[in-house]
């Protein structure tokens, strides 16, 4: 089974986030991934690029569905003031 805590460390290893959160039931997620490193990238390339930090995890495990929100850190302060 796949915990929300697991799916946060392995992001958290693999890009520099200002803020990361996860929440799930171990087969559905839902992520918030808060990274100066989406600065100039679509939507979609930031999915890819978090997609591609988690890797093999998201091939290999039980996960159903997985759903993301991705900001720059400037977006993340327009968003919550």
């Not at 996960?63 to 919550?80: D, G, R, Y």
Request: aromatic residues 8%; proline residues 2%.
């Amino acid at each position: 089974m796949v915990y929300p805590e697991d799916i946060k460390n392995h992001i958290a290893q693999g890009m520099v986030c200002t803020h990361l959160q996860v929440d799930g039931d171990g087969r559905h997620f839902q992520a918030l991934v808060v990274s100066a490193e989406f600065a100039g990238l679509s939507r979609v390339q930031r999915h890819q690029r978090v997609y591609a930090v988690l890797g093999a995890q998201m091939r290999d495990e039980l996960v159903h569905a997985f759903s993301m929100t991705t900001l720059t850190p400037e977006e993340w302060q327009v968003k919550n003031g």
